[in-house]
């Protein structure tokens, strides 16, 4: 079926390179590529399911500066629309420096994430009816907590993508319906808890689907219902930046879907390893047939 999103985060402007080895401090490494890209958690996410044949959305700020053009084309490129996003001349654009490591695909990221914070004057205008869900990366903290309800009110569905610890996160989570982290975040906010009783807490706290990421590791999806694991596809794996962005943008396209849990978690886990196996947060975005073909493959 047609649906539409609306997305409200950061965006930055990627410098990406690529090294043999990630250097120690005090160290020197030889560069074996680089290029720009544009990310953030829920761009990146947009690009995916506007790949998938979805109406998108995004409210973010940038500057007129050169990452702002870079931003802008890029969007447009990914059909995203951007007409509720702030540009401002006197603004800086964020951008990130972003080192892969060739052998694993691992990465350490540096991030100015600019004049990012979206007002909430910055939301008039909007017809929440327009949309089928939002999805969030929690920057923007009342921004994202008003939309979120605005969106809900309106009959459409919360998704959050979490990376850190947010102000006002009871707040925060108590306004969307599903979440997605990192483990190492869940520990970091629970260390004297394992993952069950995490979950319980954030669920307690009124988030319906609970979505935890462990790269290589797999992932967990926990609902009222359990606990569903998918372990990771083994890939040979040469970038995962973005990664987990394109697991939240499948995970979206499943719910809007409709699928049963177990199968939204394996098309995300499908999806990110696909991205994985590919440089970039654009040009290795999969497809829906590149999907279905790499789970026929695995099944």
Not at 11 to 24: G, N, T, W
Not at 51 to 56: A, C, E, P, V
Not at 137 to 144: E, F
């Amino acid at each position: 079926m047609p649906f539409s999103i609306l997305g409200l985060g950061t965006v930055v402007v990627d410098h990406q390179v690529r090294l043999q080895f990630l250097p120690e401090p005090d160290t020197k490494a030889e560069i074996i590529s680089d290029s720009y890209q544009v990310g953030g958690p829920v761009p990146t996410a947009l690009a995916l399911l506007s790949l998938f044949g979805t109406k998108t959305s995004f409210i973010g700020r940038w500057s007129t500066d050169e990452q702002g053009h870079i931003i802008k084309s890029d969007l447009k490129q990914s059909d995203i629309d951007t007409q509720f996003a702030v540009v401002k001349p006197e603004a800086r654009s964020g951008f990130a420096h972003v080192w892969v490591e060739a052998e694993t695909g691992r990465r350490s990221i540096a991030a100015y994430r600019g004049s990012h914070v979206v007002q909430l004057e910055d939301l008039k205008g909007i017809n929440w009816t327009d949309y089928h869900a939002l999805h969030l990366d929690g920057w923007s903290t009342q921004a994202a907590i008003v939309a979120a309800k605005k969106i809900k009110a309106a009959g459409g569905r919360v998704s959050l993508d979490l990376g850190s610890r947010k102000s006002d996160l009871s707040d925060l989570l108590g306004s969307v319906d599903a979440v997605n982290c990192p483990l190492n975040l869940i520990k970091k906010l629970y260390p004297n808890e394992n993952l069950e009783q995490a979950s319980i807490r954030l669920i307690d706290m009124g988030v319906s689907e609970l979505t935890v990421t462990n790269g290589k590791f797999g992932a967990w999806l926990i609902d009222a219902d359990g606990i569903n694991y998918q372990k990771a596809f083994s890939v040979k794996s040469i970038d995962t930046n973005g990664a987990g962005d394109v697991f939240c943008g499948a995970m979206i396209y499943g719910s809007m879907m409709e699928w049963k849990p177990d199968r939204r978690l394996r098309f995300a886990a499908a999806a990110a390893a696909i991205k994985c196996c590919n440089i970039g947060n654009r040009s290795a975005l999969p497809n829906l047939q590149q999907i279905e073909s790499f789970l026929r493959q695995k099944s």
